[in-house]
């Protein structure tokens, strides 16, 4: 299943096999507050989706 989450800022990437990338994002993350943005992005973005969609995609 592709997921292409490039339509929201709601996801952070982070280069593969990068083992320091997920540790260093979360520290800035919660450095920064930003948390409450992703929050309100993520639902917005996850709206789009439904079961139906879901079940129509398989």
Sequence with gaps: MKF?????RAVI???PLD???PV???YELLRSGDWD??????IEFSK???WE???RAK
């Design 37 to 42: 943005m992703f929050g309100r992005e993520g």
């Design 4 to 8: 292409d989450c490039a339509e929201t």
């Design 19 to 21: 083992i320091k990338g």
């Design 13 to 15: 990437r982070i280069r």
């Design 24 to 26: 260093n994002e979360t």
């Design 48 to 50: 789009r989706f439904t």
């Design 53 to 55: 969609d879901v079940a």
